[in-house]
């Protein structure tokens, strides 16, 4: 079954830390792939997407993540956290031949930024 | 100028009630979508609506009825409140049902009491 995996439901940073948050999808062909922020009490807030082309794509706020087919992941990457950065995280898939627009979620991961 | 809106925000009600929330984007997207996040943060689509067709539906009781009365708005109704349907439910849109990125609206906190 299609599915997507967030590797750690929370991860803590120090500031100006590497941030690294993992995704994982089941599909035996490449999908279209996202990510978007949630701050509390607010909505989802896309923050970069790949569709086709090349595979590192960089987003708002100095997000990028890397699709790597072989390794069916899209992970996201930040050089360094801000304490803005604090929120939930969310990696979401629409998979090929899926129904129209249907975007699957990640469980999400919970990004804490220490000072 | 807000791109995707609802309304209301914070809905607190009794079991057995009948409540609906609305949703407007302006943004010209053909396509809306509702999504339920529970309280885990998990979140699934219930429906999905293209020009005004429901194209979209998945596993959600039949007490939940989109309707959608033009292209930028698509309302939820439910009918007899259950406490499970305790969430924060999220209206999202986008162009076209292809690879496009989904807009969200900023969600409303439905409290069944």
């Known amino acids: 079954a299609q599915s997507v995996t967030q590797l750690g439901s929370h991860v803590s940073v120090s500031e100006g830390a590497l941030v690294l948050l993992r995704c994982n999808y089941s599909?035996?062909?490449?999908?279209?792939l996202f990510w978007y922020v949630q701050y509390p009490n607010q909505g989802l807030q896309l923050l970069l997407k790949?569709?086709?082309?090349?595979?590192l794509v960089k987003g708002i706020n100095g997000f990028e993540a890397e699709f790597k087919k072989s390794e069916t992941s899209f992970h996201l990457t930040k050089p360094s956290a801000h304490m803005s950065d604090a929120a939930e995280y969310f990696c979401?898939?629409?998979?090929?031949?899926?129904?129209?627009?249907?975007?699957?979620f990640g469980k999400g991961t919970k990004l804490s930024v220490k000072p | 100028d807000t791109a995707v809106s609802q309304t209301p925000k914070y809905l607190v009600t009794q079991m057995g009630n009948d409540k609906s929330i609305k949703c407007e984007q302006n943004l010209g997207h053909d396509t809306m979508y509702w999504y339920k996040q529970d309280s885990k943060k998990f979140l699934k689509i219930m429906f999905s609506y293209n020009n005004k067709e429901l194209i979209i539906n998945e596993t959600v009781p039949n007490r939940f009825s989109p309707k959608s009365p033009d292209k930028a708005h698509l309302n939820l109704h439910i009918n007899s409140l259950e406490l499970g349907d305790s969430a924060v439910y999220f209206c999202?849109?986008?162009?076209?049902?292809?690879?496009?990125?989904?807009?969200f609206g900023p969600g409303t906190r439905l409290t069944v009491t």
């Open positions: 999202a849109s986008s162009h076209g049902t292809g690879g496009y990125e989904q807009y």
């Open positions: 599909s035996s062909v490449p999908p279209y």
């Open positions: 790949y569709t086709t082309g090349a595979t």
């Open positions: 979401a898939v629409r998979f090929y031949g899926g129904s129209q627009g249907n975007l699957i």
